[in-house]
């Protein structure tokens, strides 16, 4: 019993006594809270309209005693002019205005056998329109069972969602693929780079190069590039995997009445983006690597991070988009932003570029960072 005290306390002492695996077991919960309590904070916030919004209604024939019950709602009614149904419909699918309204048959002195209705065209792409449709078919549904005669009706058939079936299927595919995409991408470097790195620190070969005639930072760019090299073929096949996928997703769509064409100029955009991204992955990665004992604690440093790119990946499955490009600067973020406007048909060459020269141009001062590391003895031989 004694004995197994001895190695027990041994083990504790070595273990809470080494900073690098205590931080290994604090950062995780660390993280896991900042992440989820600011996305539990922040995502409601992004999805929910700004109490401030008007609403932009078109409401044709309403009758005037059914007005007072929308007061409560932010609505400006626009002036249809001399515009048809049609026109009126367009300015939804436009995002011009949130709704139409079409009052059909007498509200007031009802006495046939076929009930007046109600039409409702929202637009469920635009979060303020689909809000708005949801909020005024409930204050309809209140004035109809406030009502004994007559009594009108809200059919579900008659609530017409105009956001085109192109858009509907980028919201769908926008909405899960970012996230795949970002974690695969990483999966493929942590398989790679802390067994090169890490893993010759822990056998000792690591020693042999650092004592060759080649300069430090000749190896710290040349692991870089072989890693990436090796992990854009990662790359690659997720990228052909996502170009497959799609035609099979559009057949199985279009059995549901949805179409979907997505342009040479995307998978472009969609490619530069996994290139620039993996050559962030691999900078990260190498950093932790160079910085680690063995590979297990440079797994387990970048489980961090890990938890950062799949919490940062689930923001496109809130249909959350980035609108100002200053925020494509943001490493990660702007990746699984950018991912989800290009599936979205919603991506500007702009925030692709900032996507793309941002993460360049963090991988270049990572590895400047790795060159200073590899130059270490401390670092280098763990002394």
Same mark, same amino acid.
């Given at each position: 019993m004694k004995g197994i005290l001895t190695i027990i306390k041994k083990e504790l002492k070595r273990f809470f006594t080494d900073k690098r695996m205590l931080a290994s077991l604090i950062m995780p919960g660390?993280?896991?809270?900042?992440?989820?309590?600011?996305?539990?904070?922040?995502?409601?916030?992004?999805?929910?309209?700004?109490?401030?919004?008007?609403?932009?209604v078109y409401a044709i024939n309403e009758p005037e005693s059914f007005k007072a019950a929308f007061n409560?709602?932010? /609505?400006?009614? $626009?002036n249809p002019d001399d515009k048809s149904i049609d026109d009126l419909k367009d300015d939804v699918k436009n995002e011009e205005a949130d709704l139409v309204v079409i009052y059909n048959g007498d509200f007031i002195g009802f006495t046939g056998e076929t009930k007046p209705n109600v039409e409702v065209f929202y637009n469920s792409v635009k979060k303020e329109s689909a809000s708005v449709s949801q909020i005024y078919t409930q204050v309809l549904t209140q004035i109809e069972g406030s009502l004994n005669e007559p009594v009108f009706e809200i059919k579900a058939g008659l609530s017409h969602d105009l956001a085109s079936e192109k858009e509907k299927t980028g919201m769908i595919i926008s909405s899960l693929l970012p996230y795949l995409l970002v974690v695969m991408l990483f999966s493929g470097?942590?398989?790679?780079?802390?067994?090169?790195?890490?893993?010759?620190?822990?056998?000792?070969? /690591?020693?042999? $190069?650092?004592?060759?005639?080649?300069?430090?930072?000749?190896?710290?760019?040349?692991?870089?590039?072989?890693?990436?090299i090796v992990s854009l073929c990662s790359a690659l096949s997720t990228f052909i995997g996502l170009a497959l996928s799609i035609p099979k997703l559009m057949q199985m769509n279009q059995a549901m009445g949805l179409t979907l064409s997505y342009t040479p100029i995307d998978y472009l955009y969609i490619i530069l983006i996994l290139i620039s991204t993996v050559l962030l992955f691999v900078a990260i990665l190498s950093l932790i690597s160079a910085y680690s004992k063995s590979i297990k604690e440079a797994t387990s440093y970048a489980s961090p991070v890990m938890i950062i790119v799949v919490a940062v990946g689930m923001l496109s499955m809130f249909g959350i988009t980035a609108k100002n490009d200053a925020l494509f600067m943001i490493p990660f973020y702007n990746v699984a932003m950018c991912l989800t406007g290009i599936l979205s048909f919603e991506a500007t060459g702009i925030s692709v570029l900032i996507t793309v020269l941002s993460n360049l141009v963090y991988s270049v001062l990572l590895g400047f960072a790795l060159s200073k590391m590899f130059n270490s003895e401390r670092i280098m031989f763990n002394s």
């Open positions: 660390i993280i896991i809270f900042v992440l989820y309590y600011a996305m539990g904070t922040f995502i409601p916030k992004l999805a929910e309209v700004d109490q401030d919004y008007t609403y932009k409560n709602i932010n /609505i400006e009614y $626009l470097c942590m398989a790679i780079v802390p067994e090169s790195i890490a893993g010759e620190k822990e056998r000792g070969t /690591i020693a042999t $190069l650092l004592v060759t005639p080649l300069k430090r930072t000749s190896l710290a760019v040349g692991k870089i590039v072989s890693l990436s």
